[in-house]
């Protein structure tokens, strides 16, 4: 039996991982759950430990994780985050951050210019390096002197490895986004690498941009992207602003990949969401589509396309959360998924 490990973690974390959980039920597939309910915030402040050497060992012992969100307001500024989630994807080398972003419903985009709605295209982050590589220190703390640096990592293995990622991700076009005008040392790394990359495939429409035109073109158009490939903390960025372009945070999914293992952490891209954890409000649908990747992911591609058509429908229905313009709580929401698997 294919077992998977699930963290649910905190605030809505818990909510929006049952409705994931209760998806892939509905599809038996003999699927074992091993769930890490201990792996939250309250157990962090209690013990000061977030994830144990046993629960990594289940965890990488696992076909795949199923992730909530992890993130309280209780454990903000502690290295909370970083011990769960960023150890994961740093110790278990997931070095791909893929977070496909697609339009579920032509009203939901803040875009409405005709033929400007057809949103279908991924972020592609670096994972494992950048500013998030945890190199960096602190002067004269407290004091009016203080200083703070965090240095951003760019090596030539990370940088190469994601953008061969992206390229064999796309059938179309790839854009490699980088701010090398003005952080010149990591920027030259991106940008060789990149050419290099560019040379081997001149079947894809390859381009350039600085991130912060970055942001105005998908603001400005999204459908001119297919895969956007970039940094560790720009992937961040964009990958938020992409996902409320299409219709909104909830609803917008990841995998952390390693795609030479095949290991992946599966997770909505957005988090705990304290400010609505506990009313039923939260949308589960990015949780919801994070489990079709990893359907996908198993081999079980009839199972993952059904999960999209059944999502796209309860949209279209407007059988969905608040967020996104419907009326039903998460379990509701869930629920009219699943009734249109059947
Ligand atoms: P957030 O993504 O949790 O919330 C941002 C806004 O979007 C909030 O207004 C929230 O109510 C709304 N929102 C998010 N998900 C939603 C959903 N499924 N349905 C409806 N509305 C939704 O970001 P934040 O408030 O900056 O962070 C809260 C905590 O989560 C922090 O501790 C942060 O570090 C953590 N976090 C964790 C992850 C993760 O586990 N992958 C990702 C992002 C943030
Ligand atoms: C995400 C989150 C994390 C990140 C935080 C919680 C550390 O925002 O997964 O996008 O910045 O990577
Ligand atoms: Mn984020």
């Known amino acids: 039996m294919t077992r998977i490990t699930v963290i649910p973690g905190d605030g809505i974390g818990p909510e ?29 402040l209690e013990t000061g430990v977030a994830l144990s050497e046993v629960d990594l060992k289940r965890i990488t012992g696992s076909a795949g994780t199923l992730l909530g969100a992890v993130g309280d307001p209780r454990a903000a500024g502690t290295r909370y985050a970083r011990d769960v989630l960023l150890r994961l994807r740093f110790e278990l080398d997931l070095y791909v951050n893929y977070r496909p972003v697609r339009l579920l419903d032509a ?20 994972n494992t390096e950048g500013l998030y590589a ?23 293995l990370g940088v190469r490895r994601v953008i061969d990622y992206a390229m064999s991700a796309a059938s179309r ?10 952080v010149p040392n990591g920027g030259r790394v991106w940008q060789r690498l990149w050419r290099a990359a560019c040379a081997e495939r001149p079947d894809l429409e390859t381009t350039h941009l600085y991130v912060d035109v970055a942001a105005m073109r998908l ?43 095949g290991f992946g952490l599966y997770e ?17 649908i990015g949780a919801v589509l ?12 009839d199972e993952a396309a059904a999960v999209r058509a059944a999502t796209d429908r309860a949209v279209a229905d407007g059988r969905c959360t608040a967020d996104i313009g419907g009326s039903l709580g998460t379990r509701a929401a869930g629920e009219a998924i699943r009734d249109l698997l059947a």
């Open 290 to 301: 994070s489990a079709a990747l990893l359907l996908d992911r198993l081999g079980h591609r």
């Open 219 to 261: 603001v400005q158009d999204p459908t001119q992207f297919e895969v956007i490939v970039t940094n560790n903390s720009y992937g961040d960025i964009l990958s938020d602003l992409a996902a409320e372009l299409a219709g909104g945070l909830g609803t917008a999914a990841s995998v952390n990949l390693n795609p030479g293992t």
């Open 134 to 156: 945890d190199i960096g220190g602190a002067l004269r703390s407290r004091t009016e002197a203080e200083v703070a640096i965090d240095t951003e990592v760019t090596t030539h």
């Open 173 to 182: 076009a790839v854009c490699m986004v980088d701010k090398s005008n003005a």
């Open 107 to 126: 009203r939901l985009s803040p875009l409405r210019r005709a033929g400007r709605r057809e949103i279908d295209c991924a972020i592609v982050r670096e």
């Open 16 to 44: 929006v991982t049952e409705q994931a959980l209760l998806v892939l039920g509905a599809f038996g597939l003999g699927l074992e759950l091993d769930v890490l309910d201990h792996v939250n915030a309250g157990t962090f």
């Open 268 to 284: 909505p891209v957005h988090g705990s969401a304290p400010d609505i954890a506990g009313t039923d409000t939260a949308n589960p």
